[in-house]
């Protein structure tokens, strides 16, 4: 059974920091890796996505690198802004046979002060 | 981008009461939905998927009677929380995903925030 990990729980950074969110999962055998973003009560936005078969993807100050073989993610945030408060859940996606299902890390609430 | 709908957004009932959540395809048509259930400063865990026109796959755990789901069209996909009790009280959340797409993103409907007194 696919465990997706997240670390840290929770992250409170001073403005203007770059910083590293982390995802492990324990099956390698996965059709991407996304990273959402979500705010309190509302639901999912996808950040990124990364295929099997990349390495990693960018958008604007984000950054998301996969290592499958480890079974490792991270989500890379550049010159953090108080507007980037929110939770961060990475998700796995495998098959099954009514189609990719994806399975979600427990999320990184981050916090980021003025 | 995709856009999916979900509504309503906040549901309050008496135990007892059976309640129903849509979630529909504004802008593409998607051959399967997903439930997923949040509880408080957790994260997603998913219900069920459904293709459309057929029977949803409940993931282990889950009641079917209990999480009636039914998805006739390829924009509009419904949960039906049936004879809810203060334990069903969670935030629901439906994604979708349209034909062709396995390696692409679900987009996910805003939720649905449901307490039962």
């Known amino acids: 059974k696919q465990e997706v990990t997240q670390i840290p729980a929770a992250l409170s950074v001073p403005e203007g920091e770059n910083l590293v969110l982390n995802c492990s999962f324990t099956?390698?055998?996965?059709?991407?890796l996304q990273w959402f973003r979500q705010d309190p009560g509302k639901g999912l936005t996808s950040l990124l996505l990364?295929?099997?078969?990349?390495r990693e993807q960018t958008s604007g100050r984000l950054n998301a690198s996969l290592d499958k073989s480890s079974g490792r993610s991270t989500l890379y945030i550049a010159a953090s802004q108080p507007g980037d408060s929110a939770t961060y859940l990475c998700?796995?996606?495998?098959?099954?046979?009514?189609?990719?299902?994806?399975?979600f890390g427990g999320g990184t609430r981050l916090m980021v002060k003025p | 981008g995709a856009v999916v709908s979900q509504h309503p957004s906040r549901v309050i009932c008496k135990s007892g009461t059976s309640v129903k959540i849509e979630c529909r395809s504004l802008?593409?048509?998607?051959?399967?939905m997903f439930w997923y259930r949040q509880f408080p400063k957790q994260s997603l865990m998913l219900m069920a998927t459904?293709?459309?026109?057929?029977?949803?796959?409940?993931e282990q755990g889950v009641e079917k009677d209990k999480f009636l789901i039914n998805h006739a069209s390829l924009t509009l996909s419904t949960l039906t929380v049936t004879s809810a009790h203060p334990e069903d009280s969670s935030f629901y959340i439906c994604?979708?995903?349209?034909?062709?797409?396995?390696?692409?993103?679900?987009?996910f409907g805003d939720g649905t925030r449901l307490s039962i007194l």
């Open positions: 994604s979708a995903r349209g034909m062709d797409s396995r390696e692409k993103p679900q987009h």
């Open positions: 099956d390698s055998a996965i059709y991407n």
């Open positions: 990364i295929q099997s078969s990349q």
């Open positions: 998700a796995v996606s495998r098959n099954n046979n009514a189609g990719n299902m994806l399975t």
């Open positions: 802008d593409f048509q998607a051959t399967t």
């Open positions: 459904s293709n459309e026109g057929s029977k949803a796959t409940y």
